[in-house]
C-alpha cells in the first residue's frame, strides 16, 4: 500500500501562485491605488486551500480507506496556530507598552482572532472591513477565520465521501461545483447596489442575522458560507486533477497547459488592476463595487483553478517552471507568515487602515515583515511543527540530575522572564477601559455643536437646539442655544467629519455648521435645495465635501442652482491622501470660480499639504491647533476675519 506521501509530493509551483498572491494583497493593504483589486489574492488562496486540503484528505482516504479527524485537526494546529498566536501576542504587547489607549477596544478582536471567528464579529458588532478611519491591528484575520472554519467542517464532508462516495468521485466533483455556483448566484441574489449609509438612511443596505441587523457587503464579504465558493471549487478540482494520477496522464508536455495556465495568470492580473476597491465613494456616496458580488468572486476562482490546474500539471513547462523558481517558492512557504505580520507592521506605523504608504515606507516595512517572518518560520513555526513541543514535554517529564538539572532550571528562569511581557500585555488587555480614540473622541464632542438644517433644525447630537454657541465667562465655559426655524442663516456651513471636527471653533466665530460623519457631497445639494425653498439662504455658504466620495461637476453645477443669488459660496478643497478623488475634486473645485461669480476657493489641499503638524495622524481630520488656523482662513477667505 502506497504511504500518502508517495501519492502527494511536494508541489512546488503552488508555493509560486501563493507568494504572488500574497504580494498582491500586500501592495493592496500599502496602498490601493497601487493594485486596486489586489485584496483578489485572498480568494486565490481560497481556491488552493480548497484544493490542497482535499487532496490531502483523499490521499489519506486511498491509502487507509478513512479520514482520522483527529491527525487531521492536529496537523493544522501545528501549522497554523504558533504564527498566529504569536502574532496576536506580539500586537497586545506592543499596544500595552506604546499604544495603551487602544487596548479597550483591541480586547473583542483579539478573543475573536483566537478563537478564529474574527470574520463573524466583525459582521456582528458593525465595525465595517471598510472603515478607512480605524486602527484595525488584526483586521486581516478574517479570511484565515475563513480558512479554519472550512478546516473544521472539511474533513467530516471527506470521511463521509471516504466511507460511502469513493466510487462516486466524479459525482461528488459535480456537486461540490455545482455547490460553488450556487453560492455565487446566492451572493449575487442577496447583494443589494445603491448607496450605503446608515440603516434609517438604508434599510435596503441592511440584513437580519439572528435577529441582529448587519451589513449586506460585510455580511457576503466577510461571511463563511458567501466566501466558500472558492474553497468548492478548489475542492472540485482536487477530485479530477489528482497529481498522483497525472503522472500517468497520456497528455504528456502540451504546450495547452501552459496556454491555459498563462490565461489564467493574466486573467487575474488584469481583474486585480481593473477591478475596483469592494467599497468606494462616489457622487451619489458610498457604494458596493457591483461587478465583485455579481459575478467577480467566481470569475476569479475560475482563474484561479484555470491557474492552479496547468501549473500542477506534467505536461506543463513554462508556467510551472516559472512559478517554481526558488524567489517565489521561498516567499511561498512563508506567505502564511507573511501575511500575518505585514498588517500589524502596516497599521502600528500609519495607525490608520485607509492611509497609503509612500514607496520607501512601503520597503522598509516589507523588510520588517518579511524578518519578523523569517524569525517566526525558523524558531516558531518549524520546530512546532516538527514535533518540538512534545519533544520538550517528554523530555521535561523524565528526572534531571547534576548538569542536566542545572539546564533545566535555567531553561524554567528564563521561560518565566520571558513570560512577564505576555502577562502584562494580557493583564492591561484584560482591564483596560474601553475608550475613543483621540480623533473619534473630537468628533464626538462635537456634535452637540452642530444644526441638522433637513430635519427640522435639530442638533445632530439629539437635543432640541438648532444651534449652539459657545462663550466663556468669568471663567467658566457658557452654552447658549437659539432656535433657527424661520430665521435667514447668515453663515452657513456645510460639511463632513473634517468640519464637524471643527465645529466648536467655527460656531465661536458666528457660523452655523451642519457637518456629520460620512456625508456625500451630494447631499449639499438637498440642503442647498432645502435652504432656498424656505428662504432662510444669508449671505455666506461654506461647502467642504468629498472627504468620502468623488463629486462630478453636473452635481457641483446643480448645486451652484439653488446658490445662484448667495452673495459668497465659498468652497474649500480637501485632503484625503492615497485617494484618487482627492486631485480630482480639488480639481472641479478650483473650476468653479471662472463659472460662477459669486464662489470663491479656499485651498485647504495645500495648506495641510504644508503644515501637517495641523492633521491627525490619518493625515485628514484636524488637530485642535488646526482647527484655530482651519476657522481663521474661512473667516479671512469671507471677510470677516
Given at each position: 500500500?502506497?504511504?500518502?506521501?508517495?501519492?502527494?509530493?511536494?508541489?512546488?509551483?503552488?508555493?509560486?501562485?501563493?507568494?504572488?498572491?500574497?504580494?498582491?494583497?500586500?501592495?493592496?493593504?500599502?496602498?490601493?491605488?497601487?493594485?486596486?483589486?489586489?485584496?483578489?489574492?485572498?480568494?486565490?488562496?481560497?481556491?488552493?486551500?480548497?484544493?490542497?486540503?482535499?487532496?490531502?484528505?483523499l490521499?489519506?482516504?486511498?491509502?487507509?480507506?478513512?479520514?482520522?479527524?483527529?491527525?487531521?485537526?492536529?496537523?493544522?494546529?501545528?501549522?497554523?496556530?504558533?504564527?498566529l498566536?504569536?502574532?496576536?501576542?506580539g500586537?497586545?504587547?506592543?499596544?500595552?507598552?506604546?499604544?495603551?489607549?487602544?487596548?479597550?477596544?483591541?480586547?473583542?478582536?483579539?478573543?475573536?482572532?483566537?478563537?478564529?471567528?474574527?470574520?463573524?464579529?466583525?459582521?456582528?458588532?458593525?465595525?465595517?472591513?471598510?472603515t478607512?478611519?480605524?486602527?484595525?491591528?488584526?483586521?486581516?484575520?478574517?479570511?484565515?477565520?475563513?480558512?479554519?472554519?472550512?478546516?473544521?467542517?472539511?474533513?467530516?464532508?471527506?470521511?463521509?465521501?471516504?466511507?460511502?462516495?469513493?466510487?462516486?468521485?466524479?459525482?461528488?466533483?459535480?456537486?461540490?461545483?455545482?455547490?460553488?455556483?450556487?453560492?455565487?448566484?446566492?451572493?449575487?441574489?442577496?447583494?443589494?447596489?445603491?448607496?450605503?449609509?446608515?440603516?434609517?438612511?438604508?434599510?435596503?443596505?441592511?440584513?437580519?442575522?439572528?435577529?441582529?441587523?448587519?451589513?449586506?457587503?460585510?455580511?457576503?464579504?466577510?461571511?463563511?458560507?458567501?466566501?466558500?465558493?472558492?474553497?468548492?471549487?478548489?475542492?472540485?478540482?482536487?477530485?479530477?486533477?489528482?497529481?498522483?494520477l497525472?503522472?500517468?496522464?497520456?497528455?504528456?508536455?502540451?504546450?495547452?497547459?501552459?496556454?491555459?495556465?498563462?490565461?489564467?495568470?493574466v486573467?487575474?492580473?488584469?481583474?486585480?488592476?481593473?477591478?475596483q476597491?469592494?467599497?468606494?465613494?462616489?457622487?451619489?456616496?458610498?457604494?458596493?463595487?457591483?461587478?465583485?458580488?455579481?459575478?467577480?468572486?467566481?470569475?476569479?476562482?475560475?482563474?484561479?483553478?484555470?491557474?492552479?490546474?496547468?501549473?500542477?500539471?506534467?505536461?506543463?513547462?513554462?508556467?510551472?517552471?516559472?512559478?517554481?523558481?526558488?524567489?517565489?517558492?521561498?516567499?511561498?512557504?512563508?506567505?502564511y507568515?507573511?501575511?500575518?505580520?505585514?498588517?500589524?507592521?502596516?497599521?502600528?506605523?500609519?495607525?490608520?487602515?485607509?492611509?497609503?504608504?509612500?514607496?520607501?515606507?512601503?520597503?522598509?516595512?516589507?523588510?520588517?515583515a518579511?524578518?519578523?517572518?523569517?524569525?517566526?518560520?525558523?524558531?516558531?513555526?518549524?520546530p512546532?511543527?516538527?514535533?518540538?513541543?512534545?519533544?520538550?514535554?517528554?523530555?521535561?517529564?523524565?528526572?534531571?540530575?547534576?548538569?542536566?538539572?542545572?539546564?533545566?532550571?535555567?531553561?524554567?528562569v528564563?521561560?518565566?522572564?520571558?513570560?512577564v511581557?505576555?502577562?502584562?500585555?494580557?493583564?492591561?488587555?484584560?482591564?483596560?477601559?474601553v475608550?475613543?480614540?483621540?480623533?473619534?473622541?473630537?468628533?464626538?464632542?462635537?456634535?452637540?455643536?452642530?444644526?441638522?438644517?433637513?430635519?427640522?433644525?435639530?442638533?445632530?447630537?439629539?437635543?432640541?437646539?438648532?444651534?449652539?454657541?459657545?462663550?466663556?465667562?468669568?471663567?467658566q465655559?457658557?452654552?447658549?442655544?437659539?432656535?433657527?426655524?424661520?430665521?435667514?442663516?447668515?453663515?452657513?456651513?456645510?460639511?463632513?467629519?473634517?468640519?464637524?471636527?471643527?465645529?466648536?471653533?467655527?460656531?465661536?466665530?458666528?457660523?452655523?455648521?451642519?457637518?456629520?460623519?460620512s456625508?456625500?457631497?451630494?447631499?449639499?445639494?438637498?440642503?442647498?435645495?432645502?435652504?432656498?425653498?424656505?428662504?432662510?439662504?444669508?449671505?455666506?455658504?461654506?461647502?467642504?465635501?468629498?472627504?468620502n466620495?468623488?463629486?462630478?461637476?453636473?452635481?457641483?453645477?446643480?448645486?451652484?442652482?439653488?446658490?445662484?443669488?448667495?452673495?459668497?459660496?465659498?468652497?474649500?478643497?480637501?485632503?484625503?491622501p492615497?485617494?484618487?478623488?482627492?486631485?480630482?475634486?480639488?480639481?472641479?473645485?478650483?473650476?468653479?470660480?471662472?463659472?460662477?461669480?459669486?464662489?470663491?476657493?479656499?485651498?485647504?489641499?495645500?495648506?495641510?499639504?504644508?503644515?501637517?503638524?495641523?492633521?491627525?495622524?490619518?493625515?485628514?481630520h484636524?488637530r485642535?491647533?488646526?482647527?484655530?488656523?482651519?476657522a481663521?482662513?474661512?473667516?479671512?477667505?469671507?471677510?470677516?476675519?
Open positions: 500500500m502506497n504511504k500518502r506521501s508517495d501519492l502527494l509530493t511536494y508541489i512546488p509551483s503552488l508555493d509560486g501562485i501563493r507568494a504572488l498572491s500574497v504580494l498582491a494583497v500586500i501592495v493592496y493593504h500599502a496602498n490601493k491605488l497601487w493594485l486596486p483589486g489586489g485584496f483578489l489574492g485572498v480568494e486565490v488562496f481560497f481556491v488552493i486551500s480548497g484544493y490542497l486540503i482535499t487532496l490531502l484528505l490521499a489519506e482516504s486511498e491509502k487507509s480507506g478513512t479520514v482520522s479527524l483527529k491527525q487531521f485537526w492536529l496537523r493544522r494546529a501545528r501549522r497554523l496556530l504558533p504564527a498566536w504569536v502574532v496576536v501576542l500586537v497586545v504587547v506592543f499596544a500595552a507598552l506604546f499604544q495603551r489607549e487602544i487596548l479597550g477596544t483591541l480586547r473583542g478582536d483579539v478573543v475573536a482572532a483566537l478563537f478564529y471567528g474574527f470574520n463573524w464579529f466583525q459582521i456582528w458588532v458593525g465595525t465595517s472591513y471598510f478607512s478611519f480605524e486602527f484595525v491591528p488584526l483586521r486581516h484575520l478574517w479570511s484565515l477565520a475563513v480558512e479554519e472554519q472550512f478546516y473544521l467542517i472539511w474533513p467530516i464532508v471527506m470521511l463521509v465521501v471516504a466511507k460511502f462516495g469513493k466510487r462516486r468521485l466524479p459525482i461528488v466533483s459535480v456537486v461540490f461545483f455545482g455547490a460553488a455556483v450556487a453560492l455565487a448566484i446566492y451572493t449575487g441574489a442577496v447583494y443589494q447596489p445603491g448607496t450605503i449609509s446608515t440603516i434609517g438612511d438604508t434599510p435596503e443596505q441592511f440584513m437580519s442575522l439572528f435577529g441582529q441587523s448587519v451589513s449586506r457587503v460585510d455580511f457576503l464579504f466577510l461571511g463563511t458560507l458567501t466566501r466558500s465558493s472558492g474553497l468548492l471549487l478548489g475542492a472540485a478540482l482536487a477530485i479530477w486533477w489528482r497529481p498522483w497525472l503522472q500517468n496522464s497520456r497528455a504528456g508536455a502540451s504546450k495547452l497547459f501552459d496556454v491555459v495556465g498563462f490565461g489564467g495568470l486573467a487575474l492580473a488584469l481583474m486585480m488592476w481593473r477591478f476597491t469592494v467599497i468606494e465613494g462616489t457622487d451619489a456616496g458610498t457604494v458596493g463595487y457591483d461587478l465583485l458580488f455579481q459575478g467577480g468572486f467566481f470569475l476569479t476562482d475560475v482563474a484561479s483553478v484555470a491557474l492552479i490546474a496547468a501549473a500542477v500539471h506534467p505536461g506543463s513547462k513554462v508556467i510551472a517552471k516559472t512559478l517554481s523558481n526558488p524567489v517565489l517558492v521561498w516567499l511561498g512557504r512563508r506567505s507568515g507573511f501575511y500575518l505580520f505585514h498588517w500589524p507592521v502596516f497599521q502600528f506605523y500609519r495607525r490608520f487602515a485607509g492611509q497609503g504608504l509612500t514607496p520607501y515606507e512601503f520597503v522598509v516595512l516589507v523588510l520588517l518579511l524578518a519578523l517572518t523569517e524569525l517566526s518560520f525558523r524558531y516558531v513555526e518549524t512546532v511543527r516538527q514535533g518540538a513541543l512534545s519533544r520538550w514535554w517528554a523530555e521535561f517529564r523524565q528526572p534531571a540530575y547534576g548538569a542536566q538539572l542545572v539546564r533545566r532550571q535555567r531553561r524554567i528564563l521561560v518565566a522572564l520571558a513570560s511581557l505576555p502577562v502584562f500585555g494580557f493583564v492591561s488587555l484584560a482591564t483596560a477601559r475608550a475613543l480614540d483621540e480623533i473619534a473622541q473630537n468628533l464626538s464632542d462635537n456634535e452637540g455643536n452642530t444644526v441638522d438644517v433637513l430635519g427640522s433644525g435639530q442638533s445632530v447630537g439629539g437635543d432640541a437646539t438648532s444651534a449652539t454657541t459657545v462663550t466663556t465667562i468669568a471663567g465655559v457658557v452654552t447658549a442655544t437659539t432656535s433657527l426655524d424661520g430665521q435667514v442663516i447668515d453663515v452657513l456651513a456645510i460639511g463632513d467629519s473634517v468640519m464637524l471636527g471643527a465645529a466648536n471653533v467655527l460656531t465661536r466665530r458666528g457660523v452655523t455648521v451642519d457637518a456629520m460623519k456625508r456625500p457631497y451630494r447631499q449639499a445639494l438637498e440642503i442647498a435645495n432645502f435652504m432656498k425653498s424656505v428662504n432662510r439662504l444669508g449671505s455666506v455658504v461654506i461647502i467642504h465635501l468629498g472627504t466620495n468623488t463629486v462630478d461637476e453636473l452635481t457641483l453645477d446643480e448645486i451652484m442652482v439653488p446658490l445662484r443669488d448667495v452673495p459668497l459660496v465659498l468652497f474649500v478643497t480637501v485632503h484625503v492615497s485617494e484618487v478623488r482627492q486631485s480630482t475634486n480639488n480639481q472641479r473645485i478650483n473650476e468653479l470660480p471662472a463659472k460662477y461669480e459669486n464662489v470663491k476657493v479656499l485651498d485647504w489641499y495645500s495648506v495641510a499639504l504644508a503644515h501637517p503638524e495641523y492633521l491627525y495622524s490619518d493625515k485628514i484636524i485642535p491647533e488646526g482647527q484655530k488656523i482651519y481663521d482662513l474661512m473667516m479671512q477667505a469671507i471677510g470677516r476675519p
